[in-house]
T-cell receptor, first 114, second 111 residues
Framework: GAGVSQSPSNKVTEKGKDVELRCDPISGHTALYWYRQSLGQGLEFLIYFQGNSAPDKSGLPSDRFSAERTGGSVSTLTIQRTQQEDSAVYLC????????????FGEGSWLTVV | GQQLNQSPQSMFIQEGEDVSMNCTSSSIFNTWLWYKQDPGEGPVLLIALYKAGELTSNGRLTAQFGITRKDSFLNISASIPSDVGIYFCAGQRGTGNQFYFGTGTSLTVIP
């Protein structure tokens, strides 16, 4: 697609339920990032995928969080047994590693845990 | 993941004033990017810098790639209300490496 696409754009879920957030990166982009952002705050790094390399999972806040990237394209971020503190915007970004590369963001998935 | 030191954390300025913010790192970077995030939206790229010492402008915005490769600056001249938002820097050590983001500068412009 023309840009990074994320779905759902908004999700309200009950505490304890699992949620899946989807990211469809720009076609051909081999690098994919997930970030979490609380209201008015900075970007909290979650996970980074680059091609076929092992992902950098160092930012995942707990074992309730996991992410997959199938076929080197679409990625799914899964949050199990959601807690209220998980409420935030989850941003996905992608880039193509070449000289002069930049990173492009999606519009984010707004998660509210009630 | 590593985060870059970005300052100031927040700014409240009068419309028409100039703004300056910066980003520093303990590591050398080969690429510096500056983003703006409007409320409710994802960050949007403002300026990309790929060479030490490079000075690049985008309208009223000017960014510089520090000669030490460990810092970058973003200046906004003659601020207007629509400049309000959060500004992020991002750095990359080399092609194919991960981008690291600054902690953000929240800008409020008072009409």
């Amino acid at each position: 697609g023309a840009g990074v696409s994320q779905s759902p754009s908004n999700k309200v879920t009950e505490k304890g339920k699992d949620v899946e957030l989807r990211c469809d990166p720009i076609s051909g982009h081999t690098a994919l990032y997930w970030y979490r952002q609380s209201l008015g705050q900075g970007l909290e790094f979650l996970i980074y995928f680059q091609g076929n390399s092992a992902p950098d999972k160092s930012g995942l806040p707990s074992d309730r969080f996991s992410a997959e990237r199938t076929g080197g394209s679409v990625s799914t971020l899964t949050i199990q047994r959601t807690q209220q503190e998980d409420s935030a915007v989850y941003l996905c970004a992608s880039s193509f590693p070449s000289s002069g590369n930049t990173i492009y963001f999606g519009e984010g998935s707004w998660l509210t845990v009630v | 993941g590593q985060q870059l030191n970005q300052s100031p954390q927040s700014m409240f300025i009068q419309e028409g004033e100039d703004v300056s913010m910066n980003c520093t790192s303990s590591s050398i970077f080969n690429t510096w990017l500056w983003y703006k995030q409007d409320p409710g939206e994802g960050p949007v790229l403002l300026i990309a810098l790929y060479k030490a010492g490079e000075l690049t402008s985008n309208g009223r915005l000017t960014a510089q790639f520090g000669i030490t490769r460990k810092d970058s600056f973003l200046n906004i001249s003659a601020s207007i209300p629509s400049d309000v938002g959060i500004y992020f820097c991002a750095g990359q050590r080399g092609t194919g490496n991960q981008f690291y983001f600054g902690t953000g500068t929240s800008l409020t412009v008072i009409p």
